[in-house]
Each structure stands twice: as C-alpha cells, then as structure tokens.
C-alpha cells in the first residue's frame, strides 16, 4: 500500500538519476527523452555549447515546484469541496449520490493518473474536482451531525501536515528501506482491516472498529498516525525526484500524490473528531 503515484515512478526512485548523471548540469537528457551528452567540443558550434536537444530540455524539478503545484492542487480540493458542501448540504437526496459517484470516479482517475509515463495535468485536475466533490459532500454530512466539526478537522489536518513536514526538515528524519517497509506494511494492514469492516457492516455485524468506543478511537488514531508517516514518505519521494533532477512536469506527479495522503488524513481526522463529539 506505498503510495502507488510514487512508488510507481522511476524519477522519484532512491537508485540514482535516472534521467542522466547529471541531467541539468552541462551534460544533457541521457535517458528515455533520447538526448545524449557531449563530448568535447562536439556542440561548441551550437549556441550554448548545447546540443539540439538540449536546447528544448525540460529544467530540472525543484522543491519550490512541488510545493507550489500542492498548494494549487488543494486550493482546488478545497474551492470544489467549498461549493460542494454549500450547494448539496446533507439533507438533499443528492448527497449519497455524489459522495459514491465522486468517490468511485476519484479512484478510477487516482488509478489512471498514477499509472502514466507522462503526467496528464488535465487529470489531476479531474481528480481534484472529483475528491472535491466527495469531501465537501462528506463534511457537510459530519457538518449537520456535529456542528463545527469540518474547520477543526481542516485546521488539524493542515497542523498535522505542518508539524510533519517540520519534523522531516527540522529534525533531519531519514526514511530507510526500512522504515518505508514497515509504513507500507501497516497501511495495507489498516487498509485491510478498514475493508474487512466494511463487508462485516455491510453482512450486519458491528465489529466496533468504525464506530465510536475504545476500539473505532484507537483504529481512527492508529489511521491518522499512519496518514502522517505516509506524508514523511512522500516527501522524501519529492525530494528524491529533487535529487534524480527529474523533469519540472514531475512536480505535478508528486503534488497528487501528497494531495491523495492529505485526502486520507483529513478523513481519518473527521472520523476521530466525530468519535469525541459523540455522545
């Protein structure tokens, strides 16, 4: 359960530069773009000193471009979501359908987008707009149960990002192999446990695992430190690409999917709030 818009993409891998040793420094694209380095003087008569290709090579990916495409990707969540929880609100027989279509049509795009060579910008829109749709429908539904609930759970979803991207910076966190594997370990675990809860509620049996007590409390704060620990792998992806000098394209690939970890940690933080205002 990596997240599969990284961890299926070979710039943002922790086994050197794929796209050339190095790729922005003089020595031009030496991979799958087809653009070989020089030797000697053999382009001296270009301008630059570069070669054709290499005049059109795409600059190399920054951590500025990745945080910048992120803010743009959630200001679109959040202007969608905004709209949605204003114009659907709960009460209206069209929650339920947008929250399934949203949510069906989220994943099928998430899937789709993770999995292309080239990152299609217009789908990540797509997505923001589709996940914007689902979680402005589910946060007017919380919104209605417990009022106030949905600005807690946006300021503590973003504090929670800030602190840990703090903490990965500040305190120089380091993501091993290791580490990456028991991250991934315990989110497919979780995953799998969220999933056999489903089926059981589903067949009529409350296991207690989404729904408030000591077990749903613990399961939902277990979901939000793992969300967390997932947001410290993404971003040392990014600035692994920052490292590999990816292409500045990649930015978007890695803003959708820090976008989809902080989707997830704003739902486990709705849930977990929920369970403290139950009474």
Not at 180 to 202: C, D, E, H, K, P
Not at 223 to 249: C, I, K, T, W
Request: hydrophobic letters at 50%.
């Amino acid at each position: 359960m990596a997240n599969p818009v990284f961890s299926r993409a070979e710039a943002f891998q922790p086994r050197g530069n794929p796209y050339g040793q190095p790729a922005y420094a003089g020595q031009g694209y030496q991979s799958q773009y087809g653009m070989s380095g020089r030797s000697g003087n053999e382009w001296d008569s270009l301008p630059n000193g570069s070669s054709p290709q290499e005049q059109h090579a795409e600059r190399a990916m920054t951590f500025d471009d990745v945080l910048g495409r992120t803010g743009l990707v959630l200001l679109i969540i959040a202007a969608i979501g905004a709209a949605s929880f204003t114009l659907i609100g709960p009460k209206t027989v069209a929650s339920g359908p947008a929250l399934v279509v949203g949510s069906i049509a989220a994943f099928i795009t998430a899937m789709v987008v993770s999995t292309r060579r080239t990152v299609p910008v217009g789908g990540v829109i797509f997505y923001c707009i589709c996940e914007g749709l689902v979680l402005g429908s589910l946060s007017a539904i919380f919104e209605a149960t417990y009022p106030g609930i949905v600005v807690q759970a946006v300021l503590g979803t973003f504090a929670a990002a800030g602190v840990t991207l703090a903490a990965y910076k500040f305190f120089n966190i380091q993501v091993t192999p290791r580490f990456r594997q028991i991250i991934v370990i315990s989110t497919f675990g979780f995953a799998l446990a969220m999933l056999v809860n489903l089926v059981l509620t589903l067949c009529g049996i409350n296991i207690g695992v989404a729904s408030f007590g000591p077990i749903g409390i613990l399961c939902s704060a277990v979901g939000v430190v793992l969300a967390a620990m997932n947001l410290v792998v993404d971003f040392d992806y990014a600035e692994q690409g920052v490292r590999n000098q990816a292409p500045a394209s990649e930015a978007w690939r890695a803003a959708f999917g820090i976008a989809v970890t902080m989707v997830w940690l704003y739902t486990e933080i709705l849930r977990i709030l929920s369970y403290f205002r139950s009474e």
